[in-house]
Structure formats: structure tokens, C-alpha cells
């Protein structure tokens, strides 16, 4: 379907004549911008009859007009030129005279002409005239820089090549001629369906959205100047604008600007965008058939709802090519998401004036100075309830059924569906993250294995068993824990602490680190030819990263005031000297480095308050006869380091607040070439940041904490003020899980809450506080804009989330077997989450192609590498496995049980009176030596308080552990790395079968075309022929 545009400019060059038979008086500016009728005026059917009897007139006169060769019809009121040298510029008439054609006929009844052509596309629509024809390449590098005037030299080029075919095609213009008709329109306004997504007429789709407010401000007049230039622009693209007057918005004060892009603009962008689309149906069957895939029946979804579309060969759309593709229907021939995406390339590059002697574009600006509020795409429909005719199906509605329902956790992911609704970029990150989870599944079975294991070998662990004893435990007497405030304490009152300690200090410690490093390796390769496959299914493999992430970011072009030549394109291009960048860059860095000091800072305050807290704690607990039933299992040690880590977390969401913020604001100011580069530098600065905030106090506990704690008599002192801490007797491992758990749960419970709750709040009061006129239409596209904004750095954040989360499962996982499984439980909430808010509660975004995660899978792979390192430590410094070991070989005496007697054997002697008068408690006791956690020297040793020779055994026994451990790990990852191909064998023949087929297509259309245009030309020289031999009879006959 097609509106008769061309009727448009010949009637408004008689716009006196027809406003003298049509129009009294013309309506007021907003009526005239809205095009809306009021009764009065005139006799709606009176205007419709006279509109469509014109109308017709008009077409009947153009079909018997005899055709005068070079004579080429204006589909605009465009400059004509004789010379098409210069391109083409549309005259624009002022604001007034634009809706002035308009007003000849009432909204509602105001309907293009719709024509229907039985035949297929002329065999001579691919010719184009080698004459005075730009080339593609130049309209497609126009259109890459937003010359507004892209359009017309396309409809140019190709009026000109239609000149040549009117001779063959005057038989198919009466044909048309024959089936035109003039329907009523669909739905009238005033009983418009609330879910629309087409304009007025019922035909033109609404592929996005503008909207503003009126301005009392002092910029309003600049605003309002803005505005009607972008918007002017904006039609000489070719797209089709309907505009809302406020008074029809349901809170009175917002102005709707309603875009529609036609085929011409569709055709044009889409070439230039790179986009594919299907020249036939493949004849390659899908790869669904698993093992046991009938097992998984229960999580399958229809094959409808996973495979919404056959799949097809396809190819990189051209506009010289359309008989080439499967073209059924122009109007849904582009999915929605293709078209948003084509609409918001646009926006983003149309110019808006020129301001402080600089060239402005871009939705963005006019965004960022609230010139226009809001710009988005339109949703399908509503979410609770399938589409109603005219609209096309409602696919959030499925997203929703299938998809976004948190009874259906167990369910696989649509993920073509979810492809099509959002686009690549964002069904890419579903992908991950569900593959993600899948493996998380393995590793959560073997970290649950490993903490029932120490669960059931509890009751059996000796150095537990000798702790609790009150025999063994309860008579050893250990040294204060601070000084003069701490008094001396049994080692029985840890009985609990050391229990709990065995449930992840045990024996399958080391084959879960080592089974981890494995895993983590696995997951990598796995989700390489995951990704792989995952190109090939939604034909990514020869998608360039060029088309999209590499294309120039509008504020670099706008703030460019330098041009140089591309070493590779060899063309102009804008550049940006070292030296106005040099500035920013040592600002960005000296702020991160900054806000890593301040969380540093932080950490050291928690230290500082866990020191100073902890002495009160202890002769608190001491002296309240109330806290002797909780003492057992709730220990000065304990209590100070649970508080301890809540407060760290509070100071990590905060200081985590402030820097997303200021690490924008800080790129922006860098002014990145590219899409990538602002990306890549936004990643960089907050997963540096992240790593440090998240990850700083498990470092401190697994790798700081206990180690420079000297020994009693001279301990070290921080700030030469507070002791240093000490870690547990059964080692610092508690503390480091109380720690991980806390974080990484806390992290997970409150984002799972942001995410949920803060975009149901919003969207409701915003709701709440529009619905002033409820009497009013709440249609389609204000329901959407009263919805929260997605953003484009929503999925940033999401796989910034993923991430982090990825380096609690792998970095400390040899201290918590259970965070895999946590991990789990998240994510399968989160998956639904992210569902649920996206097609529930946000605006729909902008569709964007991506084919890989980008720069996080190379931050995956270093925090890997990274993982095998920090596990070794854990089990060599942080955990009691390896003295354990050195005893059990080289220091135990009982053979029967060998390790009877560790306990002790792990508590060097400190003589009492050898206590300095200032750390000394200042009550006396009966005894003269107490026991403390290290490997030194006795009293009476000449060498007394000094590492014994234990200690340097157990501390290459340490060493020798870390070396061999990570030799082993990366030996096993390179051979797995080596083994997994990144690309499966079945998905390369796959790429090369239908590689081969669509070169086969285009060769034989080519050949088929080169045929048919030598058949014709023989045909016309024949012809020809014909005419010069009758004109050589008739000279003869006449002479």
C-alpha cells in the first residue's frame, strides 16, 4: 500500500482555490498542528465526498496524460534542476502553510488512496541510468552523516531510471487505475482503540515516539525553534510525522510527536545499516535434537513461541535489489525492531540549526537540553492481553506468557522471540546469562557435595574434637585478644566457631578449588561455541562491528571542529587532536584513582572500627550474666566481624551510588570517537571500581588479616593506636565466608529488590499524577510514556552485575562451596526479573545488533586466570589444610590416630610476666603462660619467641602447594582450551552451506537479470529495425 504523496503537492498548489470551496476559517495553531476537526465547520460528508472525487479526478487525469519523454513527476514540491549535479532540496513551507491541505478535511475522514498491483515488479526496476545518477556509495555516506536530503536524491535516482520504463508500463498503469478505491477509515478518532500503534488513518505504523512539554521558561522560544527544525528535517528524510496536541494528552501539558517511516526511508537506511534479510527459505534443518531431549520435555516451550519464524537464506539489504528478496508485505516486511532501529539511526543524525557557529544534531542534545522529554519506541500492545485487529500480533504479550512469569523458572528462554521484540544486543545478554546459569547448575551440585561432606565429618574432625574437650580445649589458656581490656581466655569457648570452621576447612577444599578452575575454563570454552552457534542462528558471522559499535558518536562529530583523511576509506572524517583530549584523561584517571583511595579509606575505617569495637564487646559479653546462654556460639570475634561486614556493605552501596554517577559524567567528558570507545572506558573505570569496592575487604581477610600480628609482648599496632587483628584459632576461613556470604547475598537480595520494586513505584505514581483527565483516550503511546526508561547503559549495568557476581563464585569459592548454588538461586530469579521489568515496566528500548558480549568476555577471562591464584592462597594462607598436613607427615607421633595432639602442637607458649606493663590485664592470675596461634620459639628456647622450624616447613609446604596447584589448573585449561574448538564442526559446515547458497542465489539473479536486459535490448533493436525499414518503404512509395 501506498499513499498518492504526489497528490499532496498539486493540491497544495491549489490551496487558494480549494480553501476558498473548503475552509471558512482557519482553526487555531494547535487544531492546525493536530489536524483536528470540529463540528461546525463543515459537513464531514460533504468533504469526504469532494476529497475523494478529486482525488480520483486527479489519478484519471495522470493515467490518460500522455507521457512526455525526460518529463519527471515530483512526489514533493521539490526545486527542480536541470543539472543533477546538485542534489535536490525540498522547499519547505512555513509552519502555517504545512497543515493548511490538511484542514480541507476533517481527521477523521482524512485517508491516503491505497492502490493494489496484481502484476509482479517490472523486470526493468533494477536498471538505474548511467547518467546523472549519484552512486550508492555516495547516498549511503550521506546518509551515514544525516544530510537530511538523502531521500530525495534517492527518489531522484530512481525517477529517473523509471523514465526509461513508462513505454513497458503504461499497460500496468491502467491495471492499477482499475483498483483504486476509497475506503472509510478504520476507526474514527474519538472511538480510537487505547492500543493503536498507526497514525489517524489506520494504515501508517508508529515506529516511534517524540514527546515534549510547553516551556515557561526563557528558552521556550529557542526550544520551540529547535523543535520546528528538527522536525522540518526530519520530513525532508522522508519520514511521515502526526502530531498530538497537548489537549488530547491525558495530563493536559504533553505534546506527542508520532513518526512513521515509509518504505523509501525503510529501503534507503536499511542498505545503509547493513541490514539482512531473507532471499529463501533454508533447506537446512534446525539443530534442535539433544540427548535425551525427551527427558526435558517439561522444559521445553511450543515450537511457535521458541521458533516464531522459519528460517531463510539472507542477505545484505539493497534497494536495487528488491525483486531479490521475500517481499510480501512492504508493511511487514521490516520486523518492528529493524524499523526502530532505522528510525533512531536517523534521529540521532538529524541536524536541529546551527548555535555558537557549530552544526547541532541528534536526539540525544535535544534530549539533554529537554527540548524533547522523551523519544522511544512503541510497545506491541499491552502485556496482559493479546492484540485486537488492526494491530499486528502482539508479541510482548507472548514475551510475557512465556517469558516474563515467574511460574515458568524452570522453562527455557525465547530467545528468537526476544531477538526480534529487542534486538540482538539485548538477546545476547539473555543468552549469557542463561547459559551462565546452566553451568552454574554443575558447580552448585559439586559446592553442595563438598558442604554436606564437611557436615557429615563434622562430629569426626579431631582438632574440633580437642577444642571442645574440656580436657584438652578447656585447659588451654590463650592470650588476650587486645590489651589491658581483654582478659584471658579458654580455648573451649571457640567449640562452636571451630564446628563451623570444618564445614568449609576440610579435606574437599582442595578438589573443589581445583574442580573450580576446571569449571571456570569449561564455562569460557563452552559459552565460545555457544556464541558461535548463536551467530550462525540469528546471521551474525559477517556482521562488522564497523556498522555499529565503530560508527562515530554524535557529540564527537558536534564538538570536532578538525577534519582528516581515513588512512583507510581515504575520506574526510572528523578528528580530534591528543592535545584537547590529554586534559580529561588525566582528570579521569586521577578521579578513579581517587574514589579506589577513598574505598581503600573505607576499608580501613571498618578495620579501625572492628579494633575499637572489639574490646568493648568482649568485657561487655563478659560482664552481662543475660549474655551467658549466647556467648557459646556468639563470640566477641564473631559479633565484631558480622557487624564488621554490614557496615562494609552499607559503605560499598553508597560509595557505589556516588561513582556511577561521576564515572558517566567523566566519559562523557572524554568525548570517545565511537559507540565501542565509550563503552570500553565506561567498563573499564566501574569494573575497576567495582573490583576494588566489592572485593577489597575479602582480599583483607583472606590475605592480611592475621598475617602481621606479631606475637604477644610485640604485637604490631595500626596507626601505632590499635592492635592488629588476629584471626580465629581454626584460622581467618570463617571470617572470610561470614564476609562473602554477607556481600555477595546482600548484593544479590537489594539489586533483585531495586530492580523489582523502584520501576513498579515510579511508573505507578507517574500514573497516578497523569491521570488527572481520565475521561481523555489513554492511548497507546502515552501508556508507554509514563513508563520507566531502560537507558542506554541499562545492560551495562546488567552484565556489570553478572560479573561481579562471577568473581564471588570463582575468585573466593575455595572459602564458600555454597556460593555457586546461591549464584544459581539468583540467577533464576533474576532471569525472570529482567523479564518481567522489561516487558512490564520499561519503555521499549531501541533495537541494537551486537554479536559477541563485547569487552566483559575478555574481563571473564582475566578474572578466571586471576581465580586460580587467589583459590591456591585461600588453601595454602587462609585455610588450616596445609599445617594440618605438615603435622599429619612430618610432625605426629600417635600412629593410630595421627592427628591427635595438632591442636596443641599449633599453640606456641608466651610466658606472662614477659608482658609489657601498658598491654598487661589488670587482673592477676594463678597461671604463668598462655598459648597463642603461631609457630615460635618456647620461653625457655634460646632463640625464645622466634619462628621455630615448624614454621618454615609449613611455609614452604605452602608454596609448594601454590606452585603445584596452579601448574596443574592452567596445565588442565590450556589442554581443555586446546581440545574445545571455538567453533563447532556442525556450525561451520553449516556457515559454509549456506555461504554457498546465497552466492548461488545472487549469481543466478544476476544472470537471470543480464539475460533479461540483452533479451530486451535485442527486442528494441529489432524494433528498431522495424521502423527503419517501413520508413525506407514509405520513401520509396512516396517517390
Request: aromatic share 14%; proline share 5%; hydrophobic share 40%.
Amino acid at each position: 500500500m501506498e499513499a498518492p504523496v504526489e497528490d499532496l503537492g498539486r493540491s497544495r498548489e491549489r490551496r487558494g482555490e480549494s480553501a476558498q470551496a473548503d475552509s471558512k476559517e482557519a482553526p487555531p495553531e494547535s487544531q492546525r498542528r493536530q489536524g483536528s476537526w470540529k463540528p461546525g465547520d463543515q459537513q464531514p460528508g460533504t468533504l469526504r465526498e469532494t476529497y475523494w472525487e478529486r482525488s480520483q479526478e486527479r489519478y484519471r487525469e495522470r493515467a490518460v496524460k500522455p507521457r512526455v519523454k525526460g518529463q519527471v513527476e515530483w512526489k514533493y514540491p521539490l526545486e527542480k534542476k536541470p543539472s543533477c549535479l546538485k542534489p535536490p532540496t525540498l522547499v519547505e513551507p512555513e509552519e502555517n502553510e504545512v497543515y493548511k491541505e490538511d484542514l480541507l478535511i476533517p481527521a477523521q475522514v482524512r485517508r491516503p488512496t491505497i492502490r493494489f498491483s496484481l502484476q509482479a515488479r517490472s523486470r526493468l526496476q533494477s536498471r538505474r541510468s548511467a547518467v546523472c545518477c549519484p552512486s550508492s556509495s555516495v547516498i549511503n555516506e550521506l546518509a551515514k552523516m544525516g544530510d537530511p536530503d538523502v531521500l530525495e536524491m534517492v527518489q531522484e535516482e530512481e525517477r529517473r531510471a523509471g523514465s526509461e520504463e513508462r513505454f513497458f508500463e503504461q499497460d500496468l498503469s491502467s491495471r492499477e487505475s482499475s483498483f483504486l478505491i476509497s475506503e472509510e477509515p478504520r476507526f474514527k478518532k474519538d472511538e480510537q482503540s487505547k492500543d493503536s500503534i498507526f497514525f489517524r488513518d489506520g494504515i501508517r505504523q508508529i515506529d516511534f515516539v517524540l514527546s515534549y512539554v510547553d516551556d515557561i521558561k526563557k528558552e521556550a522560544e529557542l526550544k520551540a525553534e529547535r523543535r520546528k527544525e528538527f522536525e522540518q528535517n526530519l520530513r525532508k528524510t522522508g519520514l511521515e510525522l502526526e502530531i498530538e496536541d497537548k489537549m488530547n494528552s491525558e495530563d493536559g501539558k504533553t505534546y506527542f510527536v508520532k513518526i512513521h517511516a515509509p518504505w523509501e526511508v525503510l529501503v534507503t537506511y536499511a542498505e545503509v545499516l547493513g541490514i539482512k534479510m531473507p532471499i529463501k527459505e533454508s533447506d537446512i534443518p534446525r539443530a534442535d535434537k539433544i540427548p535425551f531431549s525427551c527427558m526435558l520435555g517439561p522444559l521445553k516451550l511450543p515450537r511457535n513461541v521458541k521458533h516464531p519464524h522459519a528460517e531463510y537464506f539472507t542477505a545484505q539489504f539493497t534497494r536495487h535489489r528488491q525483486e531479490l528478496f521475500l517481499i510480501e508485505d512492504e508493511s511487514s516486511f521490516f520486523p518492528s525492531s529493524s524499523r526502530n532501529r532505522i528510525v533512531y539511526y536517523i534521529l540521532s543524525r538529524c541536524p536541529f540549526g546551527i548555535e555558537d557557529g557549530k552544526k547541532r544534531f541528534g536526539i540525544e542534545r535535544l534530549l539533554n537540553s529537554h527540548t524533547y522529554s522523551s523519544a522511544f519506541p512503541l510497545h506491541d500492545g499491552q502485556y496482559w492481553k493479546p492484540s485486537e485487529p488492526p494491530n499486528p500480533v502482539n508479541e510482548r504479550y507472548t514475551l510475557c506468557q512465556n517469558w516474563a512469569r515467574f511460574s515458568y523458572f524452570y522453562k527455557e528462554q525465547p530467545f528468537n522471540l526476544i531477538r526480534d521484540y529487542y534486538g540482538e544486543k539485548i538477546g545476547i545478554y539473555f543468552v549469557f546469562l542463561g547459559f551462565y546459569t546452566e553451568m552454574l547448575f554443575f558447580a552448585a551440585i559439586v559446592g553442595l557435595a563438598c558442604f554436606i561432606y564437611g557436615l557429615l565429618s563434622m562430629h569426626d574432625n579431631s582438632s574440633s574434637t580437642e577444642i571442645c574437650d574440656p580436657e584438652i580445649g578447656g585447659q588451654i589458656i590463650m592470650c588476650p585478644l587486645c590489651d589491658v581490656m581483654c582478659d584471658y581466655w579458654r580455648l573451649n569457648s571457640t567449640c562452636l566457631a571451630s564446628k563451623f570452621s570444618h564445614l568449609f576447612d576440610n579435606e574437599s577444599t582442595v578438589f573443589f578449588a581445583i574442580f573450580m578452575g576446571i569449571w571456570v575454563t569449561l564455562f569460557l570454552e563452552f559459552w565460545k561455541q555457544r556464541q558461535a552457534r548463536l551467530e550462525y542462528e540469528w546471521d551474525l558471522v559477517d556482521f562488522e562491528e564497523e556498522q555499529q559499535q565503530l560508527q562515530l558518536r554524535p557529540e564527537f562529530e558536534a564538538m570536532c571542529t578538525h577534519r582528516k583523511i581515513n588512512a583507510v576509506t581515504k575520506e574526510m572524517e572528523p578528528y580530534l587532536p591528543l592535545c584537547s583530549r590529554i586534559p580529561w584523561y588525566f582528570l579521569s584517571g586521577a578521579t578513579v584513582t581517587l574514589w579506589m583511595s577513598l574505598v581503600i579509606a573505607c576499608m580501613v575505617a571498618v578495620i579501625v572500627y572492628r579494633l575499637s569495637v572489639f574490646a568493648t564487646f568482649a568485657s561487655f559479653m563478659e560482664s552481662e550474666a543475660s549474655l551467658k546462654h549466647v556467648r557459646s556460639f556468639l563470640t566477641p570475634q564473631i559479633t565484631t566481624s558480622l557487624t564488621g561486614s554490614c557496615l562494609n556493605f552499607i559503605v560499598i552501596l553508597i560509595l557505589n551510588f556516588f561513582y556511577e554517577r561521576i564515572s558517566a559524567w567523566i566519559t562523557k567528558m572524554e568525548i570517545p570517537r565511537t559507540h565501542q570507545e565509550y563503552e570500553s572506558s565506561l567498563t573499564l573505570k566501574m569494573f575497576l571500581f567495582q573490583f576494588v569496592n566489592f572485593y577489597s575487604s575479602c582480599f583483607y581477610v583472606a590475605f592480611f588479616k592475621g598475617k602481621f600480628v606479631g606475637y604477644p609482648g610485640k604485637y604490631t599496632y595500626l596507626f601505632n593506636v590499635w592492635r592488629s587483628e588476629e584471626c580465629d584459632p581454626g584460622g581467618c576461613l570463617v571470617e572470610l565466608t561470614t564476609q562473602l556470604t554477607i556481600i555477595m547475598t546482600g548484593k544479590q537480595v537489594f539489586g533483585n529488590i531495586k530492580e523489582a520494586i523502584y520501576p513498579f513505584v515510579l511508573n505507578w505514581w507517574r500514573r497516578r499524577k497523569a491521570r488527572t483527565n481520565s475521561e481523555k483516550l489513554y492511548s497507546r503511546w502515552e501508556q508507554d510514556h509514563d513508563l520507566e526508561t531502560f537507558g542506554s547503559l541499562g545492560l551495562f549495568y546488567e552484565y556489570l552485575e553478572t560479573v561481579i557476581q562471577f568473581g564471588f563464585v570463582t575468585l573466593f569459592v575455595a572459602s564458600f562451596p555454597l556460593a555457586p548454588l546461591l549464584a544459581l538461586l539468583n540467577n533464576i530469579i533474576e532471569i525472570r526479573v529482567d523479564a518481567w521489568k522489561l516487558t512490564t515496566q520499561y519503555r521499549r528500548p531501541v533495537a541494537a545488533k551486537a554479536h559477541s558480549i563485547g569487552v566483559w568476555q575478555d574481563i571473564l577471562y582475566g578474572m578466571a586466570v586471576l581465580s586460580v591464584a587467589t583459590n591456591a592462597f585461600i588453601v595454602a594462607f587462609t585455610s588450616d589444610m596445609i599445617p594440618r598436613l605438615v603435622y599429619y607427615y612430618a610432625y605426629s607421633k600417635n600412629a593410630i590416630q595421627p592427628m591427635r595432639g595438632y591442636v596443641n602442637n599449633s599453640l606456641s607458649i608466651f610466658l606472662i610476666a614477659d608482658f609489657p606493663n601498658h598491654t598487661v590485664p589488670s587482673e592477676k592470675r594463678d597461671f604463668t603462660t598462655c598459648r597463642y596461634r603461631d609457630y615460635r620459639n618456647p620461653p625457655d628456647h634460646e632463640d625464645k619467641y622466634f619462628h621455630s622450624m615448624q614454621y618454615w616447613h609449613v611455609l614452604a609446604a605452602k608454596m609448594t602447594f601454590i606452585i603445584i596447584m596452579e601448574h596443574v589448573v592452567f596445565l588442565m585449561k590450556f589442554l581443555l582450551a586446546w581440545m574445545i574448538p571455538d567453533v563447532p564442526k556442525d556450525v561451520m559446515e553449516r556457515i559454509k552451506r549456506e555461504k554457498l547458497m546465497t552466492v548461488k542465489i545472487l549469481h543466478d539473479f544476476e544472470l537471470n537479470k543480464l539475460k533479461e536486459n540483452l533479451r530486451m535490448n535485442s527486442s528494441d533493436f529489432a524494433k528498431h529495425l522495424i521502423i527503419q525499414e517501413n520508413k525506407v518503404h514509405l520513401a520509396k512509395s512516396a517517390t
